[in-house]
């Protein structure tokens, strides 16, 4: 049996907003839509899955009540063709809870955590995709050998819509600008 066989018709069918918003939460876990297209990702490691808590742990306990932070949800980042991003996390206004979808401008930051496939997507193409829909924060985590996770921050330039590179992180993130954090990521 070959993947396209088993593929529902639906994956190789551009998807529009309105037909993704009718969609059951468990048919849009795990899929990102690019362009209108259908984007299965694989099941993300424990270690990763680690990380990402630990990340909207300590980035919700530094926002304050006017943020939240989570995971596992889409970032709506344009509607026609239809690009709904799911992060591995998100810090967006609490005020906005439960507006669905969650759009660019209730977004502060977004995180991804690189997994072995991922790369590029990760590096290149979602830099790019979240800088144009203006989400003024972009933090990358590299799975280094040594077990200790570099983390890159990227800084919006509104002019440009271009990310602008922030500092590295290993070990430890200290984070003063917009809100004070500290994450100790040495024994992930």
């Not at 037909?19 to 990102?32: K, L, M, N, R, V």
């Not at 889409?74 to 996390?89: G, S």
């Not at 977004?107 to 991922?118: D, I, N, W």
């Not at 819509?161 to 600008?177: L, M, N, P, Q």
């Amino acid at each position: 049996m070959t993947a396209e066989m088993a593929a529902p018709a639906w994956m190789h069918e551009q998807i529009t907003a309105e037909q993704y918003d009718s969609w059951s939460d468990e048919q849009c876990a795990g899929i990102e839509i690019v362009d209108g297209m259908v984007v299965v990702s694989p099941s993300a490691s424990k270690r990763h899955n680690r990380l990402a808590r630990i990340l909207a742990n300590a980035l919700e306990a530094a926002a304050g009540p006017d943020w939240n932070a989570d995971t596992d949800f889409d970032v709506r980042l344009q509607d026609v063709p239809l690009t709904n991003r799911r992060p591995d996390v998100v810090v967006y206004r609490a005020d906005t809870i439960d507006i669905t979808p969650t759009r660019p401008e209730h977004v502060l930051l977004v995180v991804e955590v690189v997994s072995p496939g991922s790369e590029t997507t990760d590096r290149i193409v979602k830099t790019d995709q979240y800088a144009k829909s203006g989400i003024a924060f972009y933090w990358r985590v590299e799975q280094a050998v040594t077990g200790v996770p570099l983390v890159y921050t990227y800084v919006l330039d509104p002019a440009a819509r271009a990310y602008r590179d922030g500092e590295v992180f290993t070990g430890v993130i200290k984070v003063s600008a917009p809100f004070a954090v500290e994450v100790d990521l040495s024994r992930i």
